[in-house]
């Protein structure tokens, strides 16, 4: 009762199957079609309704599953039926737990989370073919012809899937693959599908092994045809041979006739396409079309097609954008489109989590498996879905945290004007930290309560908020199902498979017909495009990579299906999908086919363009040498490019490079054309090679900051920051944004704290020591156990967000070197004499030479000999720089000890021996560097007049308002940890030019 009819689809297999709608709609009896998917069945119903004003009434549009449901429905009382994949996933991974000799086949304990659904991707291919470990044992006996260890693997992933189906049977629960199977059973008696007149297949090009045994049930009870996309003896169709002569060829079968009319545009070159013997058939209908990076490939489409619209008459519904994986254009598209006002229908759902909403309700009931990462609570807080203050933003950002729990409760607990904040982050902390197991009911429970306490929707909520806010809720109360596996969960499962229910959920956008149509390749199959860009034409992009699987290699699925006779595909015959599709696409173009492909990407990278592409170059005669090629720079792709496609943007920018005024020129519809030109004239400064202004950091006196300079002074490391790089100190000093702090993660130290202890131990340890301290005795070192404690007794490691065990080893590692210091230390006093005095002392004045400049700063050490002379110690935790002081201070990199040594004298009698830097974790034994680095007084001495001219030159530079950048590129150059750079334009040619002007 089956006849069987193929060819193409565009136009004879539509034509066809129009007809007979046509005929069978004149008796008004029911008809069933049956799709191989949800978006061809909408196709077909626009084909007939639409393209051939054919009414639908009693037109019943199904695809495998519908019918399959359909079918059954009065079949399968008491039991459920769950499509859920992390439902099907979660069962298969407590099947592993539950069976430890299964499991350990796949990992054990061990085993990564995502193996759940690569082994039921494999489980679900042997299920709808048949296959159960009593068939192969009865088949094959021990014979079966593959390497013992995919036999072993094949035989492990068997018992799985016994135990799997059992496990189903045991719940009460139908599979997709059980729907089918059931439907199968019960078609030859349904009712439902005894009262169509006919039941047609349309599109469908292979079936799995239960799909086949239901189309068979349904074929052998019930008058049916089916329209089936192939061509004899084609290259493209190789794939669907094998499924033709098995599975068709015995039943009645011819093919559909051929239609004179709306013929594909490369119809000719269709016909010798992967075929080398083929001679080339010129075809003027394609065009192709290179571009740098997918962004460029979207643009060059909306170019041709506002083209296309504007200057030929063609309608946005007539053209279609396919690419082999939309994923990886999605955002590109929609954004270019968007920019050019063209209407697009995009065939698959925007992925959920891009919405602001969803991402929000996910981090909130994530938050504490992310330490309450300081981003992510500022992120919420920030969020117009929060119920909460506008101010505790503010409250985190002035507390500097951005660690974990740990620094919250250290900065708030305690903090009476954050009391609001810290109620709030408590509570969330006590609400999401509940670890024992509960039924996955209560934890959707909790999970709800926690989300509606939280976050709500604005009183003027978009349709789209609503619509987010009502699929996260509904993916939530989806997990209440997993109550069925009769186990409990912990949060953090929960949280883990809810998760992937989000990654895997989409917001569906509204279909428009009249818009351009934006598709992938599966589901672009069986449409018909006047005008059709493919786009993406790259390979492993189209074609597709092709893996094998892993679980189920293709020797065990050739050997199931080649003796056995199970209806199993091998994941190789992929290669062959490829190329039907690329058939199916470049012909479902009627007047126009557009191939664009990368030629690089977006950094400038070469791509490979598709070898598919080539052979189509080939067989339509087309020289893919002349390509055209859209010019990577935006002064090319605008050049020469038609005012009536232009978006406002792009008709602003030309005229920048076009050297032309856009007031008078622009419509003021369009945009702001004097606040263009005044932007424009802005950057033309900024982009000159002559003189240096205002915009490279010369800009003049800051009144209010030498104000502050007169009344305050200027410290030696302001200075040292103005003299490596003047634009620093601009940024952080004189326009007042100051230097960030330290940033660490938590299992790291921060450094500044680091120099902080080292620095109050050795203040206590030398304050008010006796003379004991000096005698050759171990006795120094109680007292340095003394003072350490004291300074560890005032951090803790939840103050300082790091753990505990870190904190440790870290007090470990300060004892140890100031121990090793110390010993240098005082060795060195009782050989020179001279011992500390004072410490951590705040010095002001200045150079009598210099009337006006005030200094100021805080000296880590002045020490004292007998005989009254006395000596400036300033300490680093390590000294990385040239151990030649007496330079650095000259080439004014080092102000510090130079300043000191002058503020000093100022209240120290006697004569200066000079200025010393001790470095507390250097020695020759552990860095091979030395311990001390002096600059002797005499050397001070002898640079102070050069030293002071150029702290007079430093300070008229700052007077004047001058401050160039200055780049110091590489891995230790100050660029590389300044807080500033990338505000400062310093890879910007012109600018980097005119600063050198300044300061070469």
Request: aromatic content about 10%; overall charge negative.
């Amino acid at each position: 009762m089956l006849k069987v009819f193929y060819g193409p689809f565009h136009p004879d297999l539509e034509n066809a199957f129009a007809q007979r709608l046509k005929e069978l709609s004149a008796n008004r009896q029911p008809i069933a079609v049956v799709a191989p998917s949800r978006r061809m069945a909408e196709r077909l119903e626009r084909l007939l309704s639409v393209e051939k004003n054919l009414a639908l009434v009693d037109v019943h549009f199904h695809t495998f599953h519908s019918l399959a449901a359909m079918v059954s429905e009065n079949s399968h009382e008491g039991k459920q039926i769950i499509a859920d994949p992390g439902f099907h996933d979660r069962l298969v991974d407590s099947l592993l737990s539950a069976q430890p000799a299964l499991g350990r086949e796949f990992g054990g304990e061990g085993r990564p989370r995502a193996l759940a659904a690569a082994l039921r991707s494999s489980l679900r291919d042997l299920i709808d073919a048949g296959v159960s470990s009593e068939s192969v044992e009865e088949f094959f006996g021990d014979k079966l012809p593959i390497p013992e260890e995919e036999r072993g693997r094949l035989n492990a992933l068997l018992r799985l899937a016994g135990a799997y189906q059992e496990r189903l049977q045991d719940l009460g629960i139908l599979s997709p693959s059980d729907l089918i199977r059931l439907a199968a059973q019960e078609a030859a008696d349904c009712e439902h599908l005894r009262r169509f007149q006919e039941i047609i297949y349309y599109g469908f090009y292979d079936l799995t092994g239960l799909q086949l045994e239901f189309f068979e049930a349904v074929s052998a009870a019930f008058a049916t045809r089916l329209y089936f996309p192939f061509r004899r003896v084609h290259p493209a169709f190789r794939f669907v041979e094998n499924f033709f002569e098995q599975k068709l060829l015995a039943h009645e079968s011819e093919p559909v006739a051929r239609s004179a009319k709306d013929r594909p545009a490369l119809d000719k070159a269709l016909d010798g396409l992967f075929d080398p013997e083929s001679k080339p058939v010129s075809e003027k209908a394609l065009a192709v079309i290179s571009a740098s990076g997918a962004r460029d490939e979207a643009w060059a489409a909306a170019k041709e097609i506002l083209r296309l619209v504007e200057r030929e008459g063609y309608a946005y519904e007539d053209v279609g954008v396919v690419v082999r994986t939309l994923e990886p254009y999605r955002s590109v598209i929609a954004e270019v489109f968007r920019e050019n006002a063209i209407p697009f229908d995009m065939a698959v759902g925007e992925p959920l989590l891009r919405h602001p909403l969803a991402k929000t309700c996910l981090n909130l009931l994530t938050l504490r498996e992310k330490d309450f990462l300081a981003s992510i609570v500022e992120d919420i807080l920030d969020s117009p879905y929060f119920r909460g203050q506008d101010l505790w933003r503010r409250i985190i950002r002035a507390s500097r945290i951005h660690g974990g729990w740990l620094q919250w409760r250290a900065k708030f607990e305690k903090a009476q004007e954050a009391r609001g904040l810290w109620n709030l982050i408590s509570a969330l902390e006590k609400e999401l930290g509940l670890q024992k197991k509960e039924t996955w009911s209560a934890k959707v429970g909790r999970a709800k309560k926690i989300i509606e306490t939280h976050l709500c929707l604005p009183d003027l909520c978009s349709e789209t908020e609503a619509a987010v806010w009502e699929i996260v809720q509904s993916e939530l109360a989806s997990l209440e199902t997993f109550d069925l596996l009769g186990e409990d969960c912990d949060w953090k499962t929960f949280l883990e498979i809810f998760s992937d229910k989000l990654h895997r959920a989409s917001l569906e956008t509204d279909s428009r017909c009249r818009a351009v149509r934006v598709r992938d390749a599966m589901d672009a199959r069986g449409e018909s495009f006047k005008v059709l860009f493919l786009v993406g034409l790259k390979e492993n992009l189209f074609p597709r990579v092709i893996l094998e699987d892993p679980l189920l290699r293709d020797s065990a699925r050739a050997a199931l299906r080649h003796p056995a006779g199970y209806w199993i595909a091998q994941k190789a015959s992929g290669h062959e999908e490829e190329r039907l599709l690329f058939y199916l696409m470049a012909s479902s173009a009627r007047e126009k086919l557009y191939c664009v492909f990368p030629r690089s990407d977006e950094s400038g990278r070469a791509e490979v363009p598709s070898l598919y592409l080539r052979e189509l170059c080939r067989a339509s005669g087309h020289d893919f040498s002349r390509a055209v090629p859209i010019p990577r720079q935006p002064a090319g792709k605008l050049e020469g490019l038609d005012p009536q496609v232009a978006a406002p943007q792009e008709l602003f920018l030309r005229q920048a490079l076009e050297g032309r005024s856009a007031e008078g020129s622009v419509p003021e519809v369009l945009g702001d054309a004097r606040l263009h030109d005044e932007v424009v004239a802005a950057a033309s400064c900024i982009g000159a090679w002559g003189k240096p202004g205002p915009w490279d950091g010369l800009s003049g006196p800051a009144k209010d900051f030498l104000s502050e300079l007169d009344r305050r002074g200027i410290s030696p490391s302001a200075l040292d920051s103005f003299a490596t790089c003047p634009f620093q100190f601009f940024a952080s000093r004189v326009l007042g944004l100051g230097e960030p702090d330290e940033t660490f993660e938590k299992g790291e130290f921060p450094r500044m704290v680091r120099g902080k202890i080292y620095h109050e131990i050795l203040e206590g340890f030398y304050g008010d020591a006796e003379e004991s301290l000096w005698q050759d005795n171990d006795s120094w070192r109680d007292r340095l156990q003394t003072c350490a404690a004291a300074v560890f007794a005032e951090r803790h490691w939840k103050a300082l967000g790091i753990y505990p065990l870190l904190w440790r080893a870290v007090q470990q590692a300060i004892m140890e070197n100031l121990q090793e210091f110390l010993v240098w230390d005082i060795a060195e006093a009782r050989e020179t004499g001279f011992k500390p005095v004072s410490l951590e002392r705040e010095l002001r004045g200045g150079f009598k030479e210099l009337p006006g400049l005030g200094l100021h700063g805080i000296v880590d050490r002045i020490d004292r000999s007998a005989d009254g002379s006395w000596r400036v110690i300033d300490y680093k935790t390590r000294w990385t720089r040239s151990a030649n002081l007496r330079n650095l201070a000259k080439r004014g990199e080092l102000h510090q000890l130079s300043i000191y040594a002058e503020l000093a004298r100022a209240v120290e009698k006697g004569p200066c021996e000079g200025a010393f830097i001790f470095s507390l974790e250097d020695s020759p034994q552990t860095t091979d560097k030395p311990r001390s680095y002096p600059y002797a007084a005499q050397a001070l001495a002898e640079d102070r007049s050069e030293f002071l001219k150029r702290l007079a030159s430093e300070l008229g530079e700052i007077r004047k308002g001058r401050f160039p950048i200055v780049p110091e590129d590489g891995e230790h150059g100050h660029c590389s940890y300044c807080a500033f750079a990338f505000i400062c334009r310093k890879s910007h040619g012109p600018s980097r030019t005119r600063a050198l002007q300044v300061r070469p």
